[in-house]
């Protein structure tokens, strides 16, 4: 299957389980201060058995025409929606699993890699849903912290109306992999997945999503 038939699997998916909320006259703020007209829910991917035995098998898929063999040592899920994701996913891929908080506990071991020790380990870095990357990059920073060789970053869907995601990576050495991006949404949307006139909104949201925020009290910049 190409990457293009999965990703739209994928957003088959996301719609069917109602993860796509569009909201046409009360935005939802992002967690990075952003506004949007629409909010992916991925984790209600795994609240059914046979969508998430679907999901963690589209992603294996994924992994095996993306990457080499033995390219990877374990996952590491980012908490929290990540760690169900990462546990799927270890479990069709024989790989250890991890999993890393957003900071460490303050109590008992004071650990930010929870699940074993990462010293020396090829992790890749799991997690439901990239917007600007920050929780990435700041997962990627403790895994590397304890030792893990951290180059590739997993996520079911990528939201990406926001310019310089893939560069603010980037720069940190961290690849992102998307099962799911709007246009993969855009492409698997049949008029009983989403009203014309939520297509609508969505769209002048991705035409500028900067100037969309700004008018409806998000971040700008």
């Given at each position: 299957m190409s990457d293009s038939d999965l990703g739209r699997r994928v957003a088959a998916l996301l719609f069917e389980s109602g993860a796509v909320h569009v909201s046409r006259r009360q935005p939802f703020m992002l967690a990075a201060g952003w506004a949007s007209p629409v909010y992916v829910d991925c984790r209600l991917l795994f609240g059914k058995a046979v969508v998430r035995r679907q999901v963690a098998a589209l992603a294996a898929e994924y992994c095996a025409a993306n990457f080499p063999p033995c390219s990877f040592d374990a996952v590491a899920g980012g908490?929290?929606?990540?760690?169900?994701?990462?546990?799927?996913?270890?479990?069709?891929?024989?790989?250890?699993?991890?999993?890393?908080?957003?900071?460490?506990?303050?109590?008992?071991?004071?650990?930010?890699?929870?699940?074993g020790d990462v010293d020396g380990l090829r992790v890749l870095l799991i997690d439901d849903l990239t917007s600007d990357g920050a929780s990435k990059l700041g997962f990627a920073r403790g895994l590397r912290a304890a030792g893990a060789i951290v180059e590739h970053a997993l996520?079911?869907?990528?939201?990406?109306?926001?310019?310089?995601?893939?560069?603010?990576?980037?720069?940190?050495?961290l690849k992102l992999h998307a099962l799911a991006t709007w246009a993969d949404a855009l492409r698997a949307t049949p008029s009983d997945y989403l009203a014309a006139e939520d297509r609508t909104a969505v769209e002048q949201f991705l035409a500028d999503p900067v100037a969309w925020s700004m008018r409806h009290g998000g971040r700008g910049g």
């Open positions: 908490e929290t929606a990540g760690i169900p994701f990462a546990a799927l996913l270890a479990e069709q891929l024989g790989l250890d699993l991890r999993y890393v908080r957003k900071r460490p506990l303050g109590v008992g071991r004071n650990a930010q890699v929870e699940g996520t079911i869907f990528f939201n990406n109306a926001f310019a310089g995601t893939l560069k603010r990576l980037g720069a940190a050495q």
